[in-house]
T-cell receptor
C-alpha cells in the first residue's frame, strides 16, 4: 500500500468546515483513498473512499486532486462529536487485506 | 453498514492468567477477520488475520503461541491472550471484511485489557 502523510493535529471551530489534507504521492492506479476516524476509546469508523472522482456522502466529502497525489476530507459543518483521529489510508479496493493505519490527524473541534 | 461486536468491552486480570476476547459479526458472514492492538496514543497495529476454518496468519513480531486465535465459525473469532503480563495491557480491536458488496472494513468497539 502506498504511504500517506497527514498533519499530526488540527483545530476547527464548531459549525465551520474541517478540511483534512492527505498526501499520497506514490499512489498506484488501482489504489483507492479511504478515510476512517477513531473517536477516543472506540473502534475506527469508516467515513468515505474514492478512486479519482470526488465523492460525497452523509458524513463528508472527499476531494482528490487530478494527479491523485493528494486528497482532502471535508466535514462541512464540524460538531464537537467530530473530535477524533482521522486516518487516510491508500489501498487496493475490495482486496480483502487488512488496513495499515498511519498516525493520522487528531482533529479537535472547539466550541 | 455491518455490525461487529466484541466481548468483553473491558477486562482486568492478574498477571499470568489467560483472557479470551470474542469478536462477532452480527449481520453477515465473514471468512476473514482481523485483530489489531493499540497502545496509548499510538495507532492501530495489525496483529493477525483470522481465517475461518484455517490457521491464523500472524504479523512479524507477534507470538502465535501467546495470542491464540480461533475462527471456528463465519460469525465468530476469538483472541486468547495466554499468560498475560502487564506489557500486554492494550486496546484490542477486531475488524471484519465482508467481501462482495462492501469495499470497507467494519470494526468492533474494542476491548480494553489491563493486566495487573
Amino acid at each position: 500500500d502506498a504511504k500517506t502523510t497527514q498533519p499530526p493535529s488540527m483545530d476547527c471551530a464548531e459549525g465551520r468546515a474541517a478540511n483534512l489534507p492527505c498526501n499520497h504521492s506514490t499512489i498506484s492506479g488501482n489504489e483507492y483513498v479511504y478515510w476512517y476516524r477513531q473517536i477516543h476509546s472506540q473502534g475506527p469508523q469508516y467515513i468515505i473512499h474514492g478512486l479519482k472522482n470526488n465523492e460525497t456522502n452523509e458524513m463528508a466529502s472527499l476531494i482528490i486532486t487530478e494527479d491523485r497525489k493528494s486528497s482532502t476530507l471535508i466535514l462541512p459543518h464540524a460538531t464537537l462529536r467530530d473530535t477524533a483521529v482521522y486516518y487516510c489510508i491508500v489501498r487496493v479496493g475490495n482486496s480483502g487485506y487488512a488496513l495499515n493505519f498511519g498516525k493520522g490527524t487528531s482533529l479537535l473541534v472547539t466550541p | 453498514g455491518a455490525v461487529v461486536s466484541q466481548h468483553p468491552s473491558r477486562v482486568i486480570c492478574k498477571s499470568g492468567t489467560s483472557v479470551k476476547i470474542e469478536c462477532r459479526s452480527l449481520d453477515f458472514q465473514a471468512t476473514t477477520m482481523f485483530w489489531y492492538r493499540q497502545f496509548p496514543k499510538k495507532s492501530l497495529m495489525l496483529m493477525a488475520t483470522s481465517n475461518e476454518g484455517s490457521k491464523a496468519t500472524y504479523e512479524q513480531g507477534v507470538e502465535k503461541d501467546k495470542f491464540l486465535i480461533n475462527h471456528a465459525s463465519l460469525t465468530l473469532s476469538t483472541l486468547t491472550v495466554t499468560s498475560a503480563h502487564p506489557e500486554d495491557s492494550s486496546f484490542y480491536i477486531c475488524s471484519v471484511y465482508p467481501a462482495g458488496e462492501y469495499n470497507e472494513q467494519f470494526f468492533g468497539p474494542g476491548t480494553r485489557l489491563t493486566v495487573l
